[in-house]
C-alpha cells in the first residue's frame, strides 16, 4: 500500500469448505493427501462502520461469532483474524465484517480455513493470486492450528479436488464426473490442534510402527488417484475404508465415528471414513449409484447427512 492511503476492504469475498478424501494427519508428516473443496463455503461482506475509529467487528451468526478486532481481545478467531488482515495491510478499524455460511464450524470441513481465505480476499480482492491468499491464510491457521500442513488453506482458496504434498506445488485432480459423496455430520466438536498433537505423541512414542503407517497412507492416496482417474467408485470406497482403519490406528477416531462409518456402510455406502481431524468432526460416505437409500436411513437414524457432487 502507498504512503498516506487508508486500507480498505472489498465489499464481499467468498471460499470454500473443504473435505479430505484421504490423507489427513499423514500430510502434516509429508505425505500425499487428496481434498476437494465444497463450493458452499462462506461469504463476508464488509460494511463501513459509522465510527471509522472503532475496532473492526467480525460477526458470523450461524457459528454464534461476534468478536471485536483490538489487540487486547484473546479470542482466538479475534487473534486470527487481526493475523491475517495485518498481513494483507488490511484495516483494523471502521469495518463491519458479516459471514454467511452453512458450513458447521469446528467439524472438519475447513471452516477456520474458509474465514482466514475470506478475510485475506476482503483486504486483497477475490481475484488476489492465490499464492498471496494461501500464505496470508496461514498467518491465521496457525493461531488457530498450531502446526497446518496448509491443505484447508489450498483447498479454500482453490476448490476441486486437488493432490496436496506439504512444501511443494499442489496439482489439481481433473474430474471427469462429478464425485458424489455424503457428509455425516457427528455433532461432536473437537480441536485440530489437540488431534494433531496427539498423533504427535504417538509418533514420537512409536516411531517406527507409526512410520509404516504413514507409508501406508500415502499408498492409499496413491490407489485412491488411481480409483478416481478410473471412475472405479467401489474401488474408491475400499480405500476409504482402510484409511479410516489407518486413522483409528494414529488415534483419531472416536466410538461415534466408528458406528457412523459402520451405518454408512450397513446402509449401502461403497465406503466410509472419517474426514479431517477426527476425534469427533464428520465421517465421508461415497454412496452407491442411488444415494438416496443411504440418505433417508440415516435420516431416520436421526443424523442430517449432506449430499455433495465434487466437481472440478
Ligand atoms: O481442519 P481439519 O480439522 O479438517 O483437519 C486438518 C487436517 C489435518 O491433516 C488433521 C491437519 C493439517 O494441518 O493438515
Given at each position: 500500500?502507498g504512503?498516506?492511503?487508508k486500507?480498505?476492504?472489498?465489499?464481499?469475498?467468498?471460499?470454500?469448505?473443504?473435505?479430505?478424501?484421504?490423507?489427513e494427519?499423514a500430510v502434516?508428516?509429508?505425505?500425499?493427501?487428496?481434498?476437494?473443496?465444497l463450493?458452499?463455503?462462506?461469504?463476508?461482506?464488509?460494511?463501513?462502520?459509522?465510527?471509522?475509529?472503532?475496532?473492526?467487528?467480525?460477526?458470523?451468526?450461524?457459528?454464534?461469532?461476534?468478536?471485536?478486532?483490538?489487540?487486547?481481545n484473546?479470542?482466538p478467531?479475534?487473534?486470527?483474524?487481526?493475523?491475517?488482515l495485518?498481513?494483507?495491510d488490511?484495516?483494523?478499524?471502521g469495518?463491519g465484517?458479516?459471514g454467511?455460511?452453512?458450513?458447521?464450524?469446528?467439524?472438519?470441513?475447513g471452516?477456520?480455513?474458509?474465514l482466514?481465505?475470506?478475510?485475506?480476499?476482503?483486504?486483497?480482492?477475490?481475484?488476489?493470486?492465490?499464492?498471496?491468499?494461501v500464505?496470508?491464510?496461514?498467518?491465521?491457521?496457525?493461531?488457530?492450528h498450531?502446526?497446518?500442513?496448509?491443505?484447508?488453506?489450498?483447498?479454500a482458496?482453490r476448490?476441486?479436488?486437488?493432490?496436496?504434498?506439504?512444501g511443494?506445488?499442489?496439482?489439481?485432480?481433473?474430474?471427469?464426473?462429478?464425485?458424489?459423496?455424503?457428509?455425516?455430520?457427528?455433532?461432536?466438536?473437537?480441536?485440530?490442534?489437540?488431534?494433531?498433537?496427539?498423533v504427535?505423541?504417538?509418533?514420537?512414542?512409536?516411531?517406527k510402527?507409526?512410520?509404516?503407517?504413514?507409508?501406508a497412507?500415502?499408498?492409499?492416496?496413491?490407489?485412491?488417484e488411481?480409483a478416481?482417474?478410473?471412475?472405479?467408485?467401489?474401488d474408491?470406497?475400499?480405500?476409504?475404508?482402510?484409511v479410516?482403519?489407518?486413522l483409528?490406528?494414529?488415534?483419531v477416531?472416536?466410538?461415534?465415528?466408528?458406528?457412523?462409518?459402520?451405518a454408512?456402510?450397513?446402509?449401502?455406502?461403497?465406503?466410509a471414513?472419517?474426514?479431517?481431524?477426527g476425534?469427533?468432526?464428520?465421517?465421508l460416505?461415497l454412496?452407491?449409484d442411488?444415494?438416496n437409500?443411504?440418505?433417508?436411513?440415516?435420516?431416520?437414524?436421526g443424523?442430517?447427512?449432506?449430499?455433495?457432487d465434487?466437481a472440478?
Amino acid at each position: 500500500m502507498g504512503p498516506g492511503m487508508k486500507p480498505t476492504l472489498h465489499s464481499s469475498a467468498r471460499a470454500c469448505g473443504k473435505i479430505i478424501v484421504t490423507g489427513e494427519h499423514a500430510v502434516v508428516y509429508g505425505c500425499p493427501a487428496l481434498a476437494a473443496g465444497l463450493p458452499d463455503g462462506l461469504t463476508l461482506h464488509a460494511e463501513p462502520l459509522e465510527d471509522s475509529r472503532a475496532p473492526v467487528r467480525l460477526t458470523v451468526e450461524a457459528w454464534d461469532l461476534d468478536v471485536e478486532l483490538h489487540p487486547g481481545n484473546e479470542h482466538p478467531v479475534a487473534a486470527a483474524a487481526m493475523a491475517v488482515l495485518g498481513f494483507c495491510d488490511g484495516p483494523l478499524q471502521g469495518w463491519g465484517i458479516r459471514g454467511e455460511t452453512r458450513l458447521p464450524s469446528r467439524a472438519g470441513l475447513g471452516s477456520s480455513a474458509a474465514l482466514t481465505v475470506a478475510l485475506a480476499r476482503l483486504a486483497a480482492g477475490q481475484d488476489a493470486p492465490v499464492g498471496t491468499i494461501v500464505e496470508a491464510s496461514l498467518c491465521g491457521e496457525r493461531v488457530f492450528h498450531g502446526e497446518p500442513s496448509g491443505i484447508d488453506s489450498e483447498v479454500a482458496a482453490r476448490g476441486g479436488l486437488v493432490r496436496f504434498v506439504r512444501g511443494r506445488s499442489i496439482e489439481p485432480i481433473p474430474l471427469r464426473n462429478p464425485l458424489p459423496l455424503c457428509i455425516v455430520p457427528s455433532n461432536q466438536p473437537r480441536s485440530t490442534a489437540d488431534q494433531v498433537a496427539k498423533v504427535r505423541h504417538r509418533y514420537d512414542r512409536w516411531t517406527k510402527p507409526t512410520r509404516h503407517i504413514l507409508d501406508a497412507f500415502s499408498a492409499a492416496s496413491e490407489a485412491a488417484e488411481n480409483a478416481i482417474n478410473g471412475n472405479k467408485l467401489n474401488d474408491l470406497g475400499e480405500i476409504m475404508d482402510m484409511v479410516h482403519g489407518l486413522l483409528v490406528a494414529v488415534g483419531v477416531s472416536s466410538p461415534i465415528l466408528d458406528a457412523l462409518c459402520s451405518a454408512a456402510r450397513e446402509h449401502g455406502a461403497r465406503g466410509a471414513k472419517l474426514t479431517g481431524a477426527g476425534g469427533g468432526g464428520c465421517i465421508l460416505a461415497l454412496p452407491a449409484d442411488d444415494p438416496n437409500p443411504l440418505l433417508t436411513a440415516l435420516r431416520t437414524e436421526g443424523w442430517a447427512p449432506l449430499s455433495v457432487d465434487v466437481a472440478l
